[in-house]
């Protein structure tokens, strides 16, 4: 490789670089459950918003959720669509919620390109509230660990 590979290199990644962060955003998809910002604003915490409007993440060991483990089901902190049994939740020891499948036609998933790396995001099938991160690396029977962020969750006991 020469100087003038090197810098046409160095030059096309900056390039795409800047198109990457600055470029179009995602499109927003239609769901049965949709509020305003206002309306989402005035029904959220600040952190609950920031995670399911605007996908943020809540830092590790944030959630007492993460520690919940009485029978039960979680739910969208933004609709109330129940997503996931607490028959299927686990310790995956990362700091959030974990579970290895959601309830039947619960959430939807999208790839997630935000970190430079390709994950699959999940996001809540009523209101598409952004909840966290399916990963391979998960309990049988599915092999899969939702990982999910506590403050777009609410606990129901059983």
């Known amino acids: 490789m020469n100087r003038r590979q090197f810098l046409s ?3 096309t990644g900056a390039v795409a670089l800047v198109l990457w962060q600055f470029g ?4 927003e998809a239609a769901y049965p459950f949709t509020l305003s910002d206002a309306e989402w604003r005035k029904r959220l915490s600040p952190w609950a918003y920031k995670v399911l409007r605007q996908r943020a993440t809540e830092p590790p060991f944030f959630s007492p959720l993460d520690r919940e ?4 089901t979680f ?10 049994s607490s028959k299927t939740k686990f310790d995956s020891g990362t700091g959030w919620p974990s579970f290895w499948a959601p309830l039947r036609k619960a959430v939807g998933t999208s790839r997630d390109f935000d970190l430079g790396t390709i994950r699959t995001e ?3 099938a009523r209101c598409g509230g952004h909840l966290g991160h ?3 690396d998960g ?3 599915t092999g899969k660990r939702y990982c999910m962020n ?3 969750l609410r606990f129901q006991p059983a």
């Open 9 to 11: 290199g160095g030059v």
């Open 24 to 27: 179009p955003g995602r499109a």
């Open 69 to 72: 483990h009485r029978a039960g």
């Open 75 to 84: 739910v969208c902190a933004g609709c109330a669509l129940p997503l996931f």
């Open 122 to 124: 999940v996001h809540c």
């Open 134 to 136: 399916v990963f391979d």
């Open 139 to 141: 309990p049988r029977p």
């Open 150 to 152: 506590g403050v777009a």
